[in-house]
T-cell receptor, first 113, second 113 residues
Framework: GESVGLHLPTLSVQEGDNSIINCAYSNSASDYFIWYKQESGKGPQFIIDIRSNMDKRQGQRVTVLLNKTVKHLSLQIAATQPGDSAVYFCAESLPNTGNQFYFGTGTSLTVIP | KAGVTQTPRYLIKTRGQQVTLSCSPISGHRSVSWYQQTPGQGLQFLFEYFSETQRNKGNFPGRFSGRQFSNSRSEMNVSTLELGDSALYLC????????????FGSGTQLSVL
């Protein structure tokens, strides 16, 4: 039969605007979170990470916010550029599970020049 | 520093055959993880190897196996291929195991006919 793909949320922003990508994670025991960016034909690329003892972390043009109360993670990209167009994934990891991560379904970001 | 290298880039097999995929991690990285990416299921963890030992395994049948060599290079094998095994297989390496940012290769696109 025909396979049903995951519904991929999409976000379109104007170049120069700020982008916010949201992620609801599944396990309240998860203690480490990563945001990845995946461009067409490439593997996921690390953007930024955060541990559960923090609620905010900043990188170059990116900020990750963690709200453990509602199990929500967000990625903010400042001054979005065309090169930011990609699919963005959040990933969560439980304690003592090595490098086993559970990935979200992804959000497709399109930057309009 | 060279990134994670996966070979081959593309592979076409028929049902019932077996396949071996190869991954060379970033120099100095001792952990290698494998993930399967499909439109229907997204990114799913297969297994992780650290210091030649399987660290943990995802929810995949025994047809999926792997190994890691003393130089940290890893291979994964899928026996008795099924149509549903068609996917992008991604390898990721990290320095250590446990809450580590993963560096992904570009993947091997496997098509099972």
């Amino acid at each position: 039969g025909e396979s049903v793909g995951l519904h991929l949320p999409t976000l379109s922003v104007q170049e120069g605007d700020n982008s916010i990508i949201n992620c609801a994670y599944s396990n309240s025991a998860s203690d480490y979170f990563i945001w990845y960016k995946q461009e067409s034909g490439k593997g996921p690329q690390f953007i930024i990470d955060i541990r559960s003892n923090m609620d905010k972390r900043q990188g170059q043009r990116v900020t990750v916010l963690l709200n453990k109360t509602v199990k929500h993670l967000s990625l903010q990209i400042a001054a979005t550029q065309p090169g930011d167009s990609a699919v963005y994934f959040c990933a969560e990891s439980l304690p003592n599970t090595g490098n086993q991560f559970y990935f979200g379904t992804g959000t497709s970001l399109t930057v309009i020049p | 520093k060279a990134g994670v290298t996966q070979t081959p880039r593309y592979l076409i097999k028929t049902r019932g055959q077996q396949v071996t995929l190869s991954c060379s991690p970033i120099s100095g990285h001792r952990s290698v993880s494998w993930y399967q990416q499909t439109p229907g299921q997204g990114l799913q963890f297969l297994f992780e190897y650290f210091s030649e030992t399987q660290r943990n395994k995802g929810n995949f049948p025994g047809r999926f196996s792997g190994r890691q060599f003393s130089n940290s290079r890893s291979e994964m094998n899928v026996s008795t291929l099924e149509l549903g095994d068609s996917a992008l297989y991604l390898c990721a390496s990290s320095l250590r195991t446990g809450d580590e940012k993963l560096f992904f290769g570009s993947g091997t696109q496997l098509s099972v006919l």
